[in-house]
């Protein structure tokens, strides 16, 4: 005869409050925080030695300075090789904060005359890029005809191109704006055009057979189906398209004597020796494309949720 113990009483989980901070950490926040704090460490400790060349030494006597003494002129330049990025920072609130977004001094005004030629060449990019990838995948023979100069196009320099786009609009009175976005649209198509073409041809032939079965048309299969499928594929594209958008605009600025937009900053920086302000410029271009993917990466997410994606 065996006897057989009471059973354990059954307790259940206790649950653990998550606190804002736990949510935190468990983000992507910690990793990028990680980067940046190793990013500005390493700035900071090359700093003296970028700048060597141009700080004093040695002592009106003669005498070596002592290394920290070094450090700190060097972090302290008015006109340095690498600038610290406190001095970045300095200029940054000068140009931004403090200074009237009007005002020409100011890289409001700069980043948003830099956005407009940035969105507009953005869309002409997408928009050409889709009905190069629509065409292709629907007309066989322009997948071996076209396909080798749209990739042929992105082997030539955009420095060269930028200048024959601006001298050849210039001489039909086209200025301003458009020559920019043309550059813009010029760098962003090329990826949005792959991507869609590889997202359109990404439904299985099993999927299509059932589509023909259904005697579904061409266009119905393109929207029901080919469609849906590609989205991955052009919101990946368009992550990478906006921020090359941003570097089309930026180098249209540079051979157009432009006296407004981030590449006239850095030209009038570069011209003056002020490495400080080129930097400060580089810096707004970097947030300036950082807010564009994330815009891209919320409308993705806006779409997803319609189309009924997982979250």
């Known amino acids: 005869m065996t006897i057989e113990a009471p059973a354990e009483p059954f307790e259940p989980r206790r649950r653990v409050a998550v606190t804002p901070l736990d949510r935190l950490m468990a983000g992507a926040a910690p990793p990028i925080a990680v980067i940046l704090v190793a990013l500005v460490v390493l700035w900071y400790a090359a700093v003296p030695f970028m700048n060597a060349g141009v700080v004093r030494t040695t002592t009106e006597n003669g005498e070596a300075l002592p290394f920290s003494e070094v450090a700190v002129l060097a972090l302290n330049l008015d006109r340095p090789v690498l600038p610290a990025p406190h001095q970045v920072w300095v200029e940054l609130k000068k140009s931004v904060i403090d200074t009237a977004p009007t005002s020409k001094r100011s890289l409001v005004l700069h980043g948003f005359v830099t956005l407009q030629s940035t969105l507009t060449g953005f869309l002409i990019g997408v928009v050409a890029g889709i009905l190069l990838a629509v065409a292709i995948v629907h007309i066989g023979l322009l997948e071996k005809s076209l396909m080798p100069w749209i990739i042929a196009s992105q082997t030539v320099p955009i420095l060269a191109v930028a200048p024959i786009i601006i001298v050849v609009l210039g001489s039909q009175g086209v200025t301003g704006l458009i020559p920019k976005a043309i550059i813009s649209a010029y760098l962003s198509f090329f990826p949005v055009t792959i991507s869609m073409v590889k ?92 807010g564009l993917v994330l815009a891209v990466g919320l409308i993705e997410r806006a779409v997803g949720r319609s189309m009924g994606a997982r979250p």
């Open 199 to 290: 997202g359109l041809n990404a439904p299985d032939t099993l999927a299509l057979d059932l589509m023909r079965t259904y005697d579904a048309s061409r266009w119905h299969t393109f929207f029901k189906l080919r469609l849906p499928a590609s989205m991955p594929y052009l919101f990946a594209s368009l992550k990478v398209s906006v921020a090359i958008s941003l570097l089309g605009a930026i180098v249209g600025e540079l051979p157009t004597g432009a006296e407004a937009g981030i590449g006239a900053r850095l030209l009038a920086g570069s011209y003056y020796g002020q490495t400080v302000q080129i930097w400060a410029a580089l810096a707004v271009a970097a947030v300036l494309a950082g």
